[in-house]
Each structure stands twice: as C-alpha cells, then as structure tokens.
C-alpha cells in the first residue's frame, strides 16, 4: 500500500514555498505543488526505505524501485 499526503503534513509552513528538485524527471517545484510518498531506493545495493518528495504520483510511480513495482 503506497502512503501518500501532502508536504504540508511533514514541511513547516515557512519552508513551503522553497524549491525542490524531483528526482525522477528533474523538474523544479515548491514544496508545496509536489507529493510525498513512502518510497524504496537502493543505497549501496540494499534496498531502504523513507519519505520521498517527488513533482508528481506520476514521478513517484516512475521513480519507486522496481522489485516493489513487480518490474523484476
């Protein structure tokens, strides 16, 4: 199950309007137009979990590792 809520959940007020870069397709955003998921990435070959901002549900989608989207 994907865990997904708005940076306004996790990101103090003031910081909101700061811009972040996305991950997936590189595109710049402020905090507060993107989505933050429970995501998975490899870190030195091994599979982690956190919290990741992406622009869009659409990046995350793209950018979630593979063995957690059935891809291998």
């Known amino acids: 199950m994907l865990h997904s809520a708005s940076p306004t959940a996790y990101v103090p007020s003031e910081r909101l309007a700061e811009r972040a870069t ?3 397709c590189g595109a710049t955003a402020a905090l507060s ?10 870190h ?27 891809k291998c």
């Not at 137009?33 to 490899?42: Q, R, S, T, W």
């Not at 956190?50 to 793209?62: A, E, H, R």
């Open 22 to 24: 996305c991950p997936n």
């Open 33 to 42: 137009a993107g989505v933050i998921h429970l995501g998975h990435y490899d």
């Open 44 to 70: 030195e070959g091994e599979v982690r979990e956190g919290l990741l901002w992406t622009c869009s549900d659409k990046c995350f989608l793209s950018w979630e590792h593979p063995s957690f989207m059935k």
